[in-house]
C-alpha cells in the first residue's frame, strides 16, 4: 500500500524545526500510558477485588485473565496482514474506544460469566489497539534510531504502572470496582483524540522520511538489517514460519513472556501476603513500573548500537533472577530493591520483541510478522496467570509458581540467541522482489 498524504491538526501547531517522528513518540507515550497502561496493569488492580468482592478463586478470575489474553493474541494475528496494507490508525481508535468501555464495565460485573464476557470485549479492544497497531507506526517512523524512539513511546506503559496501582488501591478503598474500574475507562477513553490529532501512520505522508534524514543504503551488505534491501522487504506469512530466527523469536518470548505476566499480574496479591497491606503492595508494583521507565530509557540510547539477541538475552537471565531473589528472601527493603530489579527488565522485554522483529524482518510487513510473534506471546501470558494460580491453590503458596517462572524464563534466554539475521541476497539486475 502506498500511504495516502495526510497533515494530522497537531502538525500545524508544533515546532516545524524539531523532526516530526518525536512527536509521535511523545504522543505514543501518552496512548500507551492510557490503552495498554490500563488495559495490562489494570487486570493487576482488579484480580484480589473481584475475588473478595464475589467470592471467586484465584483460578477462576486468573482463568479470566488467561482468556484475555489469549483472545487479544488472536486478534493481534488476524489484525496484523490489514494494518501493513490499510495503516493501523483505524484498527487503533476502534479499539481504545472498545477498550475504554470494557474496562468501564469490569465494576459492574456480578457473575462469572459476565466477568468473562467483559474480557472477552476488553481482549478484542486490546487486539485491535496494542502492539501490532501502536509498533507498526512507531517501525514506520523510525529505523537507525528505533530503539531510541520506542523507549520514549512505550514509557507511557511503565507510567502507567507507577500512577495505576497506587491510585486502584485509593479508588477501591474509596468505592470498590463500581468506582475504579469507570474511572480508569475514562483514562483510556481520553487517549482517542491524540491518536486522531496527532498521529500519522507513515512519514511518506507528510512527505518526510524515516529517522528525518538521509534514506538509509540499499545495499544489505552496506547497512546491515538498517538497510533498505532489508527494511522494505516484503514477506508472505509462508516465508516467514520457514526461517529459523521467526522460530527463535517466538519460543523464547512465548517461554518468557508467560513467566512474566504470570508473574506480574500475582504481584500484587503475592506481596499483600508478604507486606500485610495492599496498598504497600501496590507502592512495590509501582516501584517495579518506575524502574521500568529508568532502565527503558537508558536502554535506549544505547541499544541502538550493540547486538539486539545478546541484550536481551542478558535482560532475560536479569529477569529470573529477579524473581528468585524475590521469591526467597524476605524482608520488605530487599522486596522493594528486587522489585525495582525487575522492573528494570520486564519493559524493556517487550521493547525487544519489537526491534528483533524490526530489525530482523523490516517496516514493510511488520504488521504481519508481528501478528504471528504476538498471537504467540499473548497467548502464553493468558496461560502464565492461569497456571501461576493452580500452582497456588494446590501448593498454598507462590514460592513453586514463581521458581518455575524464573527457570523458564533462563530457558528463553538461551533460544533467543538463535534469532539471528536472515541473510538478504541483493537481487539481480531488472528483478524485483
Do not use: C
Amino acid at each position: 500500500m502506498d500511504p495516502r498524504p495526510r497533515t494530522p491538526i497537531a502538525a500545524r501547531f508544533l515546532p516545524s524545526r524539531y523532526y516530526y517522528g518525536w512527536y509521535i513518540a511523545i504522543a505514543m507515550s501518552l496512548v500507551m500510558m492510557a490503552g495498554v497502561g490500563v488495559g495490562f496493569y489494570g487486570l493487576a488492580v482488579f484480580l484480589k477485588p473481584l475475588q473478595d468482592a464475589h467470592g471467586w478463586s484465584n483460578t477462576a478470575v486468573s482463568g479470566a485473565t488467561g482468556a484475555y489474553f489469549v483472545i487479544s493474541g488472536v486478534v493481534t494475528a488476524l489484525v496484523g496482514p490489514y494494518v501493513d496494507r490499510r495503516g493501523p490508525i483505524p484498527f487503533l481508535v476502534a479499539g481504545l474506544i472498545l477498550t475504554a468501555l470494557a474496562t468501564a464495565l469490569v465494576g459492574l460485573v456480578d457473575t462469572l460469566w459476565q466477568l468473562y464476557l467483559v474480557y472477552t470485549l476488553l481482549a478484542l479492544g486490546f487486539g485491535l489497539a496494542g502492539g501490532v497497531s501502536m509498533n507498526a507506526i512507531m517501525t514506520r517512523w523510525f529505523v537507525r534510531r528505533r530503539a531510541q524512539a520506542m523507549s520514549i513511546s512505550s514509557t507511557g506503559i511503565s507510567v502507567a504502572g507507577v500512577i495505576l496501582p497506587p491510585l486502584g488501591a485509593v479508588l477501591i478503598a474509596a468505592g470498590g470496582l463500581e468506582l475504579t474500574a469507570p474511572i480508569f475507562g475514562l483514562v483510556i477513553a481520553l487517549s482517542v483524540p491524540i491518536v486522531v490529532l496527532v498521529m500519522v501512520w507513515d512519514p511518506s505522508q507528510m512527505g518526510l522520511r524515516p529517522d528525518g534524514r538521509e534514506p538509509p543504503p540499499k545495499d544489505a551488505t552496506e547497512g546491515g538489517a538498517l538497510s533498505d534491501l532489508v527494511q522494505r522487504r516484503r514477506w508472505s506469512i509462508r516465508e516467514v514460519t520457514r526461517t529459523a530466527p521467526f522460530w527463535a523469536v517466538v519460543i523464547a518470548f512465548t517461554l518468557v513472556l508467560m513467566s512474566q505476566t504470570g508473574f506480574l499480574i500475582h504481584q500484587i496479591a503475592f506481596l499483600e501476603e508478604r507486606m500485610g497491606s495492599r496498598t504497600a503492595a501496590s507502592l512495590a508494583l509501582s516501584t517495579a513500573a518506575f524502574g521500568s521507565i529508568v532502565a527503558r530509557l537508558v536502554v535506549g540510547t544505547f541499544a541502538d548500537r550493540l547486538n539486539k539477541r545478546r541484550l536481551t538475552a542478558g535482560l532475560f537471565v536479569l529477569q529470573g533472577t529477579a524473581v528468585l531473589l524475590l521469591t526467597f528472601i524476605e524482608n520488605d527493603a530487599t522486596t522493594y530493591l528486587f522489585t525495582l530489579l525487575f522492573g528494570f527488565t520486564f519493559g524493556n522485554v517487550y521493547m525487544m520483541q519489537s526491534l528483533l522483529v524490526g530489525e530482523i524482518f523490516g517496516l514493510v510487513s511488520f504488521g504481519t510478522v508481528f501478528g504471528l510473534v504476538s498471537f504467540a506471546g499473548q497467548t502464553s501470558s493468558g496461560l502464565g496467570p492461569l497456571l501461576v494460580g493452580l500452582l497456588e491453590d494446590s501448593t498454598g503458596s507462590y514460592t513453586i509458581p514463581f521458581t518455575v517462572t524464573a527457570l523458564v524464563t533462563f530457558v528463553g534466554a538461551l533460544i533467543v540467541l538463535r534469532a539471528r539475521p536472515v541473510p538478504v541476497r541483493r537481487p539481480a539486475p531488472g528483478v524485483r522482489r
